[in-house]
């Protein structure tokens, strides 16, 4: 069995892999992610309405809205989207950086 060195193994951690982001990226990243959660809490206050108008329909008709069902279907992937970009469990930037969830 061979050894590194500590040098070795500093030096290797010291250098960084061509997968992880530079500090540029990173600091581009925070401005997304400035921009996700101002995007995410706008994203809250139209859900919260949507309920509202959803409970009415379903109070005075007795039934649910389908456009609305459908709408909040793709808004609740959006925001999903959101969390996962911001909690780094994903790279890739929601709408309006890449499509709409369907």
């Given at each position: 069995?061979?050894?590194?060195?500590?040098?070795?193994?500093?030096?290797?951690?010291?250098?960084?892999?061509?997968?992880?982001?530079?500090?540029?990226?990173?600091?581009?990243?925070?401005?997304?992610?400035?921009?996700?959660?101002?995007?995410?809490?706008?994203?809250e206050?139209?859900?919260?309405?949507?309920?509202?108008?959803?409970?009415?329909?379903?109070?005075?008709?007795?039934?649910?809205?389908?456009?609305?069902?459908?709408?909040?279907?793709?808004?609740?992937?959006?925001?999903?989207?959101?969390?996962?970009?911001?909690?780094?469990?994903s790279?890739?930037?929601?709408?309006?950086?890449?499509?709409?969830?369907?």
């Amino acid at each position: 069995m061979v050894e590194e060195s500590t040098d070795a193994v500093e030096k290797k951690l010291a250098e960084p892999s061509p997968e992880s982001p530079t500090r540029r990226e990173t600091w581009i990243r925070l401005l997304f992610l400035l921009l996700f959660i101002f995007i995410y809490g706008v994203a809250e206050v139209v859900l919260g309405v949507i309920v509202i108008v959803q409970f009415g329909f379903k109070l005075i008709t007795h039934e649910t809205n389908q456009k609305l069902l459908d709408f909040t279907a793709g808004l609740n992937k959006y925001i999903y989207e959101i969390l996962q970009f911001m909690t780094f469990n994903s790279n890739e930037k929601p709408f309006p950086f890449s499509d709409w969830p369907g």
